[in-house]
Every structure is written in C-alpha cells, then in structure tokens.
C-alpha cells in the first residue's frame, strides 16, 4: 500500500503534465510523457481490445516493430484505450506481441483527440506531429518503414513541416 508522501507525489507528477504532453504509463506503472521521447521518432497506436480493425492491423504493426527493433531512434508505442491494462497486457501475452504496451495517464491532448480507433500518430524527432491517420495502415508497407528511417536521420532541433 503506497504511502501519504508517494500519494502526494503521484498526484503532483499527474498536475505537472502539460495539457499539450501525452502522458503514458507502462506496463511497470511508471509515467512517461511523450516530451521526454524528443529526439527519437516516435510511433503511437492507439488500439482496443474490441476494435476489430485495430485487431486486424496489430500483426502488420508486431511485423514492423521487430523489423525496425534495432533501431535506436525510433520508438513505438501500443496504446490501449480500453482503459483497462491487465486485459491488454493478457490480450498482447496471449498472441506473444512484443510492441511495448501502455496505458493514457491523463487526457489525450486535443490535437491528438479522436472518436474513432484505431489511430496512428508519428512524431517527428523535433516533437511535431508529421502523420496522424485514423484508421487502419498497412504497417508493412515499404513506403512506410523507408519514410521511418528517413525521419530518423533529420535533425531533432528544426522544424521541417
């Protein structure tokens, strides 16, 4: 049982997020903001365990993760928005996915609201938003994996948009 003080300070970490900070906590429970992911490309997939089309797509996302896992500049993240992480965590165990996996810890920002799933965001190393897709991508696409590298090797401190 966590104490008064880590109370406290879980409360102050969660005030201290930016309205315009994606806040995600992995499968550890630690908090991550997407601020601190600056200068590595970031990939988010937003998904739910009800989501048939998110379901669907899920395998060509694995297949790209694993091909890109060496990779130290970009990042994925498989966000579940059942809101409910020990499903997920089984659903993901389950089909033996490796796409790290996490939880909102706050309010999506509201350039990133939608009301449809499943939805892909790719940031850039600079911290702006290059692709927001809603719907279904076909993660195996050779167009998509070079367009990753690609966005790799551009410099984190310029906007190129």
């Known amino acids: ?3 008064i003080a880590q109370e406290q300070e879980a409360v102050s970490m969660d005030s201290s997020i930016s309205s315009t900070d994606l806040a995600l906590i992995d499968q550890d429970g630690k908090l991550v903001k997407l601020s ?3 200068g590595k490309v970031v990939v ?3 998904w739910a365990t009800w989501c048939q089309p998110c379901i669907a797509e899920l395998p060509s996302l694995e297949k790209l993760y694993s091909s890109l896992a ?4 970009i990042v994925f993240a498989a966000v579940e928005m059942d809101q409910d992480p020990e499903k997920a965590s089984k659903f993901f165990k389950k089909r033996k ?3 790290p996996l996490y939880s909102l810890g706050a309010a999506l920002p509201s350039h990133m609201q939608t009301n449809s799933i499943p939805m892909t965001i790719i940031i850039a190393k600079n911290g702006e938003m290059v692709i ?3 719907g279904m991508i076909n993660f195996e696409s050779p167009k998509l994996r070079n367009n990753l590298l690609q966005l790799t090797k551009e410099r984190s401190d310029i906007s190129y948009l």
């Open 132 to 134: 927001k897709k809603i």
């Open 44 to 46: 988010l997939n937003f």
């Open 36 to 38: 601190e992911m600056k």
């Open 70 to 73: 060496s990779e130290k500049d």
């Open 97 to 99: 996915y490796s796409i």
């Open 1 to 3: 049982m966590p104490s």
